[in-house]
């Protein structure tokens, strides 16, 4: 199990392109006063909401900064709650990210199956209100790969292997990101 999720980390390491184009857009974002916004369900949730605060509080103690804007689309149980309750499982991140995105935002859709109907109608909203659309999937991307500016796929079928990349990867990207602005 540590020796598969080694080599996938490993494998996705040796392209940093995709990261690279990702870090850009989170600089551009921030350097334009926009914010994170980051969803996901499941464990996805939970990494969302992960990287969401280490945004907002601190990512790393040696590095002096202030609170940058981010927020996760998966926090607020009564508003998702309301939302499948009222329109559908499908609007649950589509509807608030309606509400609190705006054009220059970066929207992090996190999802091992590339399927989630509620991230997929996130992405879709993303592309409408003009925020670049970021994908952290798995398998072979799913639905959502067309629906992402930018994506890294991590090409497995397990579960926790993808969640296990993609919180590596969420803190390569702010770790680089934060690297820059800080300079």
Do not use: Y
């Not at 499982?89 to 990210?97: G, K």
């Not at 796929?153 to 969640?163: E, S």
Request: charged share 20%.
């Amino acid at each position: 199990m540590l020796q598969r999720s080694a080599a996938l980390k490993l494998a996705l390491a040796e392209d940093a392109g995709p990261v690279l184009a990702i870090v850009d857009a989170c600089e551009a974002a921030m350097r334009a006063g926009k914010k994170l916004i980051f969803c996901g369900n499941g464990g996805s949730a939970a990494d969302a909401q992960h990287l969401a605060t280490e945004w907002v509080i601190r990512l790393r103690g040696a590095v002096p900064r202030p609170s940058w804007p981010a927020v996760t689309l998966a926090m607020d149980t009564s508003a998702m709650t309301a939302v499948v309750n009222d329109f559908s499982i499908e609007e649950m991140f589509s509807r608030p990210l309606r509400g609190l995105g705006q054009a220059g935002d970066v929207l992090f859709g996190i999802t091992t199956s590339g399927k989630s109907a509620n991230v997929l109608g996130a992405l879709r909203a993303a592309r409408e209100m003009g925020i670049t659309a970021v994908g952290l999937l798995g398998n072979d991307g799913g639905p959502a790969l067309p629906l992402c500016d930018l994506a890294i796929v991590v090409p497995d079928k397990d579960t926790a292997r993808i969640q296990e990349c993609h919180i590596t990867l969420g803190h390569a990207i702010l770790t680089l990101t934060e690297d820059r602005l800080v300079r």
